[in-house]
């Protein structure tokens, strides 16, 4: 297929079909669309009596009517008012129905009767009255200005055919053509012979052509002596004007093949031309005086320019000033995008994406080397976070492998104690001691859990299997599990959940560990005789969990401070705690595709989680209880 498109003397056969089929079809187009109008098509008399036939009938009388309109009657045979280069003649007759003039000849069929004409004096007032018929010489010689028209007529019933089916194959012939542009005999595109010629170039000189040579043919046809010679001239032209377009239209096709059509042309060279000189002129100038110095040319321009235009109306002045204003607005367009650029890189920048580059190769006025200067230190930043989070994740495997080195001497001593606890001890102060060892072992092994918990929690190192969940039964679960101790500390929790169920996309076992930590600090640091609130609300696409309680003791910190490791809400450290749970809270949270807020007013604090909403389950679910049983166990075995 490629060696077709390539061939030259296919695109040779193929232009020269081109040049014919193409009027062939305008002018079929053109006298089909002429029937209809005509009203041609509509009609079935003879050719005399026919639309067309009368029209042009008529025409010539009017004609015949203004002569004698500025003349008379008498006047005609002197001048001999006839055409040589039609078959129409014509008959004058009087008000009493007398033949006054007669130029009809034997063969002169009657057309179009009873126009009338008038004699007026010299005040334009009706002296005479004429009646004049006209008539049409048949047959009609190929010389005969009605040639044309007894053609159309003629060949109205075939026309539309002919004009259709030339069309069809014109196209064809057309697309093949241009499919066929740029093509060489080696199969690839490439601008050869005249497409090397800049396209807007190549454009003004068919446009020359073209343009040119329909007024050259225009000229013609006015000095044509008959019919014939005025088809044929048409006829030159017309061949002429096809094959410049179709020039035309191959360079162009060419030029998009080849991509990057805009580069060959004379407005793109020319501007780049201009620009490599600007820039070489300013490169070395500090950027205020570039800024300057381009101000300073528009606004010089300008000045040049009204003065120019308000002394003598210099159009031409006038129009400089326009494009300058333009060319300006141009340059603030392109100057505010390079600022918006280093603008957009700072502010990637100061969210932390370290890996955004800034494209600086189209960047000038000292912008490119702000831009280098930025993706320089967005580099030395990603390596310095790098370094920090080796050195994070370090510190996570120490604690980690710490806290497991720690985790079996405490098992022994928690087991020790235990079978102490069970032997007969007399000694009051012994079993003292051994309820002290007890309890401060089960501490410093909660502490331990903990310490796993949170490292495995912040770097992420939790297997994660989310599901639709009902939020709504899990914190009744939540709450219900801890209703003794709540109530053994005096707090009455109060739950209020929306009539319908609502559905998170989370890992459950997960979420009962938050709300398990949770429920633990309001034991731990609520003011007794408070309640708890624990209000779900759908709101905006989300699920809000709202639990608030009132401190037993001031909290004087932020909320951001409350939610660091080894930070609590007491600040006497009197409490069970190690200020980790909100912390660990914070981290599952996020892992399992919520957020997490603490809000302090006062001694009221307020934990906010909230969930993207998903929708319930096709088929029944595993109840939330059995991922809540037993979840700290196996939550501490996977974080093991």
Not at 104 to 119: A, F, P, W
Not at 453 to 480: D, F, P, Y
Request: aromatic share 10%; hydrophobic share 45%.
């Amino acid at each position: 297929m490629k060696r077709l498109l390539g061939s030259t003397a296919a695109k040779i056969a193929v232009f020269l079909c081109l040049c014919v089929l193409i009027p062939l079809t305008a002018a079929g187009a053109f006298g089909t669309i002429y029937c209809y109008e005509s009203g041609i098509y509509a009609e079935k008399a003879e050719f005399q009596k026919s639309r067309i036939c009368q029209d042009f009938v008529r025409s010539r009388l009017s004609d015949l009517k203004r002569f004698v309109y500025w003349n008379d009657v008498s006047a005609i045979p002197q001048t001999e008012f006839y055409y040589d280069d039609t078959s129409f003649t014509y008959k004058i007759k009087d008000e009493k129905g007398n033949v006054v003039i007669d130029t009809t000849k034997d063969r002169s069929v009657l057309s179009y009767e009873g126009y009338v004409i008038y004699e007026v004096d010299s005040y334009g007032e009706h002296t005479k009255e004429y009646t004049a018929d006209g008539y049409v010489n048949l047959p009609v010689a190929p010389t005969d200005s009605l040639y044309l028209y007894k053609v159309v007529y003629d060949m109205q019933s075939k026309l539309l055919e002919m004009t259709v089916a030339v069309g069809i194959a014109s196209l064809i012939l057309l697309v093949w053509l241009l499919c066929s542009a740029g093509y060489g005999k080696d199969g690839t595109v490439a601008l050869r012979g005249l497409n090397r010629c800049w396209l807007d170039v190549f454009a003004v000189i068919c446009g020359t052509v073209f343009f040119g040579g329909a007024e050259i043919a225009i000229d013609q046809i006015n000095y044509a002596s008959n019919t014939a010679a005025k088809i044929a001239v048409i006829g030159i032209e017309l061949v002429i004007m096809t094959a410049v377009l179709l020039f035309f239209l191959m360079s162009a096709a060419a030029h998009f093949k080849t991509k990057g059509w805009w580069r060959h042309t004379a407005i793109y060279n020319i501007v780049m031309a201009v620009w490599r000189f600007i820039k070489w002129v300013v490169c070395s100038l500090p950027r205020v005086w570039k800024l300057l110095l381009v101000y300073g040319i528009f606004v010089l321009v300008n000045l040049i320019g009204i003065s120019l235009f308000w002394l003598d109306g210099n159009a031409l002045a006038l129009l400089t000033v326009i494009i300058t204003d333009i060319c300006g607005i141009v340059f603030m367009i392109f100057f505010s995008d390079q600022i918006g650029k280093l603008r957009i890189a700072s502010e990637a920048l100061a969210a932390g994406n370290y890996e955004y580059k800034t494209d600086a190769s189209s960047m000038w006025f000292g912008l490119k080397k702000q831009a280098n200067n930025l993706n320089s230190a967005a580099t030395g930043m990603s390596k310095a976070v790098d370094a920090r989070m080796k050195s994070e994740r370090f510190k996570t495997e120490l604690i980690t492998n710490v806290s497991h080195d720690l985790k079996t001497p405490l098992t022994s001593i928690v087991s020790y104690v235990d079978l102490l606890k069970k032997e007969n001890i007399e000694s009051e102060k012994a079993q003292e001691y051994i309820e002290v060892i007890d309890r401060q072992s089960k501490k410093l092994k909660k502490l331990t859990e903990d310490l796993v918990e949170a490292s495995k929690a912040s770097s992420g190192a939790v297997t994660v299997n989310r599901e639709n969940l009902n939020i709504g039964e899990l914190v009744n679960q939540s709450v219900g599990e801890f209703a003794e101790r709540l109530a053994a500390a005096a707090i009455t929790p109060v739950i209020n959940l929306p009539e319908e169920e609502v559905y998170v996309y989370t890992d459950g076992r997960l979420l009962w560990r938050v709300f398990d930590n949770l429920i633990q600090n309001i034991i731990k640091y609520a003011q007794p005789g408070t309640r708890a609130y624990f209000d779900l609300t759908p709101y905006n696409g989300k699920a809000v969990l709202c639990i608030k309680n009132i401190s037993r003791d001031p909290l004087n910190m932020s909320s951001e401070a409350l939610m660091e490791r080894f930070v609590r809400g007491d600040s006497s450290r009197g409490s069970d705690g190690n200020g980790l749970g909100l912390s660990i809270s914070k981290s599952l949270t996020e892992l399992c595709g919520g957020t997490f807020e603490i809000f302090l007013d006062g001694d009221l604090y307020k934990a906010v989680i909230t969930f993207p909403l998903s929708k319930a389950p096709a088929e029944p679910e595993k109840q939330p209880e059995a991922a809540a049983e037993g979840s700290e166990a196996h939550l501490s075995t996977e974080l093991d």
